[in-house]
Nanobody, 128 residues
Framework: QVHVAESGGGLVQPGGSLKLSCAAS????????IGWFRRAPGKEREGVAC????????AYGDSMRGRFTISRDGAKNTIHLKMTNLSRVDRAVYYC?????????????????????WGQGTPVTVGT
């Protein structure tokens, strides 16, 4: 059974940076892509970035490339999301998910699938 747990959310000033971390464990992680998704107040969930555990390929959601960088700690099954130049539009609950697919491209566009595993989410607030 795969498990994921997020950490690193919080309050950041406009223009600032923040790094989120997702610890993945259990199961056959090479069958999964680990991704970051977000849901802003009143909006649909959107894919931010995904990384395929089998080969390290990455994919980003529309408009996410440039300010968001997904990476993996090679020694651990920890996936980081580095976010820069944050603004109020980035305010959301950020979720880590283990998406049952070896494709980062499929992961970042995923809807609902019963074999996916989701974390509890971590809030990111941008403001004074």
């Amino acid at each position: 059974q795969v498990h994921v747990a997020e950490s690193g959310g919080g309050l950041v000033q406009p223009g600032g940076s923040l790094k989120l971390s997702c610890a993945a464990s259990g199961g056959d992680l090479d069958s999964y892509a680990i991704g970051w998704f977000r849901r802003a107040p009143g909006k649909e969930r959107e894919g931010v970035a995904c990384l395929a555990m089998s080969d390290g390929t990455r994919a980003y959601g529309d408009s996410m490339r440039g300010r968001f960088t997904i990476s993996r700690d090679g020694a651990k099954n920890t996936i980081h999301l580095k976010m820069t130049n944050l603004s109020r539009v980035d305010r959301a609950v950020y979720y880590c998910a283990a998406i049952y697919s070896q494709s980062a491209y499929v992961c970042v566009r995923r809807g609902e699938f019963h074999l996916d595993v989701w974390g509890q989410g971590t809030p990111v607030t941008v403001g004074t």
